[in-house]
C-alpha cells in the first residue's frame, strides 16, 4: 500500500474544506495553538514511516494519556482492575454524573475523566513513585526517552480544574478512591500535560497494532490478550459520545484528545496519528476525524 | 482451522459449568422452551460449514431481526437515515426514555426498541407491501425460502406490548413516526416473532462477512462500504448495556435476542450463530457469550 | 375587606402591563381564544361575589379538573389512594418519565398527567357511570347543574394526545393502570374538556376553603381532614415547575390549567378565580399569577 | 388552646410506638446519641410556654440552621438572591446533579446542601467576618448569647465533607461559587455544627410565626413580606423528597435536620420544634413527624 500518496491525497483534500469548529480553550495554553496546524503520521508495525504535514510539531496530547495510564494499570492490577471501572460507553455527557450516582461512584469506562482518575488513584497506590514509574513506562513504550511532563499545562489545568476535583470528591464518598485527593488531581493533570508529535504518538502506540509488543525492539509492553482488549475498550468508548460515530465513519479502535490529536490503530498493520486543534461539538477534531475517514476509505483498512 | 473441533471443545466446557441465569418469560411463548438447549453453528465465507448441539432447532430471534430492518432501511434511506436514528450507544437502560426526551425523540441507535420502530415506520413508508418484501429481503440473504412471522408469537407479543406501545406513542408526538401506531407496532411485532435455527441465521448474516455480498450466490445484498457500518454498529450497540463488556471479551461485532440467540461475523472469514434460552442480568444470553468468548480466544479471531 | 375595590385596582394595574406569553395551542381548539380576556372573580365563605372583567365568560379549565378527580378519589379510595400515586412535588418536567421508571410506575402527584391518569383509572373502577356520576358530584359541588364536557376539545384532545398515550401504556406496563387504555384517555380527555367561568370555578372550589363543605347548601364534599390534604397537595403540586414560585409569590393553594384558567382558595376566607389565557414558560397563566400575587399582597392574605 | 396537655397526650401516644428508624451516623459524632431521646417545646406569640421530654437538652440541629442563612442572605441581597438559588422543590435526591448540570449549577432551592453552600458563598462576600457576624444575628433572633458552632462537630463534618467538596467545586465550574472552595466549606461546616435545646429552637425561629418580628423584644428580624416567603419555601422544600408527605400529613412550615429536631411554625400563632435521633427512610425524625402530625391534628392548626 503507497500510504505516503495516500496521505498527500488526504493532507490535499483537507485543504480544500473549511475548517470547521474550535481550538479548546478551557485553559489558557491550549487556547494560544495556531488552529490551522495539521499533521498526521502513519507507522507500520514493519518500521515504514510515512507524514504529511506538521507530523514533528508537539502538541498537548491530553487524553490520549489515558491509553497508557489504563495499559499500565490493567498489567498491575490484572481483571481486578474492573471491579473498580466498567469498560461501557457512557451515553450523553448530560447523565454522566447521575449515573455515576446510580453506578455507586463507579465510572462506566476508563477512558472517561472520572475513569482515569480511578486509574490515577489505582497507580498510586500501587508505585512508589508513580509520577516518574509512568514516565518511564512510557518512554520504554515508545522508545523515546524524551517523553516528559510540561509543568506550565499541568498547572494551568489545576487552576481551572473544579469539575475534576468534584469527580474525585464525588467518588471518594462512594469509597472509589483511596488516596488523597490533592495528591490523585496532581497526577491526574500532570498525564494530560504531555507533549508529543504525531510521529512520537504513532511509536507510543504501535504495541497496540503488534499485539502488545513494540516491533521497533521486541519489547512485551502487555499481552497480545490485554493489547485486544484495551483496543476494543478504545473503540467503544475513545471518541467522548461520538464513538459511534467514528466506528462509522472511520472503523478503527483510537482515542482523542482536546489538544486536537487523535491516535488509532489497524491491528496487525499500523498505527496513525493525525492532529488539527480546531474541534467538533462532541470534542473531537473535526479535520482529524476527516482525514481517517478518508484514510480508511482509501485504503479499505477498516476493522469492520 | 479446525473450527469443527473447535466448536465440540466450547461444548464440552460449556456443559461443566452452571446454566446460570433466566428464560425470558415477558412473554408467556418465550417461556416455554427448554432452558437446558444449546446450539452453535459456524459458516465460513467459503462454505463450510461447523456445528454442534441443537444447531438445526429453530429458536425465537427477537431482536437479531432489528440487524435486517437495518439493512434494508439503510438501502433504502442512504445516508438520510441518520435524520431519524443515531449511531450512538445508549447507556443504561435507565436513562433510554429520559434521552429520548434530551434527544427529542431521535433514539440513541437502530438496536434499541425505540430505533427499531424507527425503521419499521420508515420501511413501511417506503414500501408497498412491508411485511411481505422485508419477508423477501430476507428469504433472499439466507437462500432460504422458509423463513415466516410467526403469529403466535406476535399476538403474544401484542398482548403484552404496552413499553412499546408506550415508545411509538412518545415519538410521535415529536413527529418521529409518521404512520399509524397500530400499524407500525403491528410490522414490529411480527418481525421480532420470526423463528430461525443457528443454521439458518449463520446464512442470514453471512453478507456481513463477506463485504456485503452473500458468497453463496455472488448475490449483492448492501454495498461494501454499508456492510461495514452495519457491522461497527453491531459492535457498539448489539448487546444492550454489555456491549462494551461483549466487545471486550469476544471482539466480534454481533447482535443479540431475548430469545438467547446471538449472532456475530468475523470479516473476511465467517458468521457465527449460537443459542442458549438462559439470559445473563444484562439480557444476553449466558452461556451464549461464554461459548463466543471461548471461540474468538481458541481461535484468537478477535477483530482487535 | 373591600374585595370589589382591590379587584378593580389589579385589573387597573395589569391593563398597564405588558400582556406576555402565549397561548396554549397544542389542540386547535384551545389556541382559538381571543389572548386579550380577562377576568377575575371573588367568593367569600358567607356568599359574597365580587369580580371584574370577563369573569362570567366561560373557559377551558383544562387542568383543574384534576382537583375535582382527585377529590372523587380521595373519598372513594381513603388512604388507600397513596398506594397508586404519591404527593410529593415532581421537579423538572424534565424528569417525569425517568421518575415514573425510577419508581416503578407510581406517579409523584396526582396533578402531573401520569397522576391524573392513575385517578382516572381508579375512578373507572370504582364507578358504574364514571363520566356521568363525576359530572354529577361536579354539579352537586358547585350547586350548577349546567356543567358539561365539551365533545369537541375532548376529541381535539385525543388527535393530539400522543404523550397521554404513551404515559398511559407505560403505566400499563408497570400494573399501575387496570382498565382498558382507550378508556382511561377517553374519561381523561373529556374531564380535560370542561369548560366554566371565573365565577362558576370559585362556586365549584368553595368547599376547599370551607372544610370541605359547600357553604351555600351546607352539603359536605368531602371531610374537613381530606380538604386540608387537597389543599396540601395543591401548594406543594399545583403549577408545574413553579409551584415554590406561586407559594413564593402568591402563598395560597391553587391549580392552573393550559387554557390560562386558575383557582386559588384562602382557608376560612374565599376561593378566587382569575382567566388570562396567554402563559408563561412554565405554562401557568402570566397575568394570573400577577393578579393573584396583587390581590395577596394588597389585602394580606397568604396562607404563610 | 390548652397546649400543655396537648403535648402531654403527644407524648404518651408516642411512647407507646416502636421507634422506628436509625439515628443518623455519617459522623461519628452524631452516632454517639441516645436513640431514645425525645423532646417538644412550643411557644406561642405572646410568650407562653409548654414542653414536654428532653426539651432543654441541646442536640446539633443541622440543616435547621439552614433557616438562618437564608434569612441573613435575603435580608443582604433582596430579589437578587433568586438569580443564584431557586425557590422549587427539587423532586429525588437521585437527580440533585443532573438538575444542578441540566440548570447551570443553579440549585433548585436553598435547603439543599448545594443551595445552603451557595447562601454561605453569598455571606462570605457579604460579611467582613462571616462566622462572628452570622452567630450574631441568631444571637439577636433568639434573644440568646449562648448560640456557638461546635468545633468538634465542624471537624468531623470535615473529614468526610467529600459530597458536599464535589458540590462546591461543581457549582464553581459553573462560575456560580465566588470565594475560595475552602473557605466556603469552611462556613457551611461550622453552620452545621451547631447545638440548640427544642426551647431555644422555638425562640430562634418565632420571629417567622410573627411576621418577621421577635415578640419578645418587637425587634424586626426581616420583613413582614420576606417572612412570608421564607415560610413558603419551608412548606415547600423544608423537608427533602419528603416535603409533600409534612405539608399533606401536618400542615405547616417547618425545616429538618438529620440531628432529628424539626421546626415548624404556625403564622400568626406559635413556633413549635421537636427532637427525636431516630430518622426514617427521607431523612426526616421518624417520632418528630408522628408528633407534629398529632399536634396539628389535636389542635386544628394545619395552615391548610
Redesign the interface.
Known amino acids: 500500500m503507497d500510504y505516503q500518496k495516500v496521505l498527500a491525497e488526504i493532507a490535499a483534500e483537507l485543504q480544500g474544506i473549511e475548517n470547521i469548529g474550535k481550538v479548546a480553550a478551557y485553559i489558557p495554553e491550549l487556547g494560544k495553538v495556531d488552529p490551522d496546524k495539521f499533521g498526521m503520521h502513519l507507522l507500520t508495525t514493519d518500521h515504514r514511516h510515512y507524514s504529511v504535514g506538521d507530523s514533528e510539531e508537539r502538541f498537548s496530547i491530553q487524553s490520549i494519556a489515558k491509553v497508557m495510564m489504563l495499559t499500565l494499570a490493567f498489567e498491575l492490577e490484572d481483571e481486578k482492575l474492573w471491579e473498580r471501572v466498567?469498560?461501557?460507553?457512557?451515553?450523553?455527557n448530560?447523565?454522566s454524573?447521575?449515573?455515576l450516582?446510580?453506578e455507586n461512584g463507579i465510572p462506566?469506562?476508563p477512558f472517561l475523566n472520572a475513569g482515569a482518575l480511578v486509574l490515577c488513584d489505582i497507580l498510586i497506590s500501587r508505585l512508589s513513585n508513580p509520577k516518574q514509574q509512568l514516565l518511564d513506562y512510557m518512554r520504554k513504550a515508545a522508545g523515546n526517552p524524551d517523553i516528559n511532563y510540561c509543568p506550565r499545562i499541568a498547572e494551568s489545568e489545576r487552576l481551572t480544574g473544579?469539575?475534576n476535583?468534584?469527580?474525585?470528591?464525588?467518588m471518594?464518598?462512594f469509597g472509589n478512591i483511596k488516596n488523597e485527593?490533592e495528591v490523585v488531581l496532581d497526577f491526574y493533570f500532570n498525564l494530560c500535560s504531555i507533549e508529543l508529535s504525531c510521529r512520537e504518538l504513532t511509536q507510543l502506540c504501535l504495541f497496540l497494532a503488534a499485539d502488545g509488543v513494540n516491533p521497533a525492539n521486541s519489547e512485551r509492553i502487555i499481552s497480545s490478550?490485554k493489547?485486544?482488549?484495551i483496543?476494543?475498550?478504545m473503540?467503544?468508548?475513545g471518541f467522548y459520545?461520538?464513538?459511534?460515530?467514528f466506528?462509522?465513519r472511520v472503523?478503527l479502535?483510537g482515542k482523542s484528545g482536546v489538544g486536537g490529536g487523535i491516535i488509532a490503530v489497524l491491528?496487525g498493520e499500523y498505527s496513525v496519528a493525525v492532529w488539527s486543534p480546531k474541534l467538533n461539538q462532541k470534542g473531537n477534531s473535526y479535520k482529524g476525524m476527516r482525514a481517517l475517514e478518508l484514510l480508511t476509505?482509501k485504503t479499505k483498512s477498516?476493522?469492520?
Chains 1, 2, 3, 4 share one sequence.
Open positions: 466498567g469498560v461501557e460507553p457512557s451515553g450523553t448530560f447523565n454524573l447521575v449515573q450516582e446510580y462506566r469506562n473544579f469539575r476535583t468534584a469527580l474525585v470528591n464525588f471518594k464518598s485527593v490478550r493489547s485486544k482488549r483496543n476494543s475498550i473503540q467503544l468508548c459520545d461520538e464513538a459511534g460515530e466506528a462509522f472503523g479502535p491491528p476509505t477498516s476493522i469492520f
